[in-house]
């Protein structure tokens, strides 16, 4: 059994979606002189590698106090989005065959953007379609994605934006109607195989809409 780990490390100032807030951490105690280190640490709850909660973006869908923690342990089917550019929409015709998407647990969508992270490159990330998302969804089948969000992020520069992009949320709406989660910001989706297992708990915060999670693959 390999372990493979698919989180971008907490650091100060780490980059997070526009315009939410800025991650901090402050060391409030030192051993020197008081016995011990410690850290207050501001990180918004979708910051950095983190699971989505149905209820962040649908009012009285379940949070993560309402959810057991093998709801985080997912069969992950792996989709190949490497041929995608900045900003491409990932469609059906993109997916894998539907039995295969309903026996999956998740499908992680490898992009290879991870590789922006720390760039405003990063913004520009593939996304997926409506209708793709909504694939998934009717099949019971949460997505991960290498990318800030599943929906388009606000570029850097305007002008890399494209006519028809969609506005709004509608990746999310789609897997938030049938209660299914999101992973975002996860890396190195590329190096794991076709079918792995996809470990990403949340701590259980109470009406939790998201929570940084420490991402990993068994395979």
């Not at 372990?3 to 901090?24: C, F, I, K, Q």
């Not at 989505?52 to 993560?64: I, K, N, Q, T």
């Not at 995608?84 to 993109?94: I, L, N, Q």
Request: aromatic content about 6%.
């Amino acid at each position: 059994m390999t372990l493979s780990d698919l989180t971008h490390p907490v650091a100060d100032g780490m980059p997070v979606y526009p315009d939410t807030t800025p991650v901090e951490i402050e060391r409030t105690l030192s051993i020197d002189p008081d016995g011990a280190n410690a850290s207050v640490l501001t990180l918004q709850t979708h910051a950095g590698t983190h699971v989505d909660a149905p209820c962040h973006m649908r009012e009285g869908a379940p949070s993560l106090s309402d959810l057991p923690a093998d709801e985080f342990r997912f069969d992950a089917v792996r989709v190949d989005c490497t041929d995608h550019d900045a900003r491409d929409p990932v469609t059906v015709s993109d997916l894998p065959d539907a039995a295969v998407v309903a026996d999956a647990d998740l499908l992680a969508f490898a992009t290879d953007w991870d590789v922006h992270w720390g760039t405003d490159r990063y913004r520009d990330h593939p996304y997926l379609s409506a209708d793709a998302a909504a694939f998934c969804a009717e099949r019971d089948c949460a997505i991960g994605v290498d990318g800030f969000s599943p929906d388009p992020t606000p570029s850097a520069d305007p002008d890399r934006e494209r006519d028809g992009e969609p506005e709004g949320y509608p990746a999310h709406d789609a897997m938030f109607a049938a209660d299914e989660y999101i992973v975002e910001n996860l890396r190195a989706l590329a190096d794991c195989p076709d079918a792995f297992v996809l470990h990403a708990y949340p701590l259980p915060i109470d009406a939790g809409d998201g929570c940084p999670v420490r991402a990993v693959a068994e395979h």
